[in-house]
């Protein structure tokens, strides 16, 4: 799959990544930052987990030298999902758990809710469902709170996956919810 949607998507990269060198050479460093983070999504479909988390971790290292802790709380959000795909479930979970700390006390509700939902979501997986039954009803309340497209289609969609095995039906009728708002099914997430 990497391999058939790199061809058409190279140059795309090779423009993301001059126009990076561009940006940190002028001192641009927030502008360079959202393009960091732009990059390591790009690079998900076509390279991989594995090379978006390592072009993430590199973004976080460059806000924080520059003192840009928004940025670099916004990246750390996106490396959560990540760390779980690539089989390092603890280490998301405590950065998660860390990282919502942060979110909470500075009112990120996007950051927050992301994280919340790559915890829950991994609970479940993991088979600790009790500590995440209690958080999909806060997830379906900030699916609901937002019109952000990707955190709807991540909270409902973790929430789901929460309430299948005790509540069935509950689950479906998350499922249809996040079918509802405008640009959830272009969403990464979804």
């Not at 994280?115 to 995440?132: F, I, P, S």
């Not at 998350?174 to 079918?179: F, P, S, T, Y």
């Amino acid at each position: 799959v990497y391999e058939t949607l790199e061809r058409p998507l190279a140059p795309v990269l090779a423009e993301m990544e001059r126009a990076l060198i561009l940006l940190v050479d002028s001192g641009a460093g927030r502008d360079a930052s959202v393009l960091q983070n732009n990059l390591a999504l790009a690079r998900y479909p076509l390279e991989g987990p594995a090379a978006s988390l390592a072009v993430f971790e590199e973004a976080i290292t460059f806000s924080r030298q520059r003192g840009l802790g928004e940025s670099a709380a916004l990246l750390e959000a996106n490396c959560l999902l990540l760390l779980v795909e690539l089989g390092r479930p603890e280490e998301g979970l405590a950065r998660a758990a860390r990282s919502a700390a942060a979110y909470e006390s500075s009112g990120d509700m996007h950051s927050l809710s992301e994280a919340r939902a790559v915890e829950a979501a991994t609970l479940t997986a993991c088979g600790q469902d009790e500590g995440a039954q209690a958080a999909s009803d806060w997830l379906i309340e900030a699916a609901r709170s937002t019109r952000a497209a990707d955190i709807i289609a991540i909270t409902l969609s973790s929430a789901a996956a929460v309430l299948v095995a005790r509540a069935p039906d509950q689950a479906r009728s998350v499922l249809a919810e996040l079918e509802k708002p405008a640009g959830v099914r272009e969403s990464s997430y979804y």
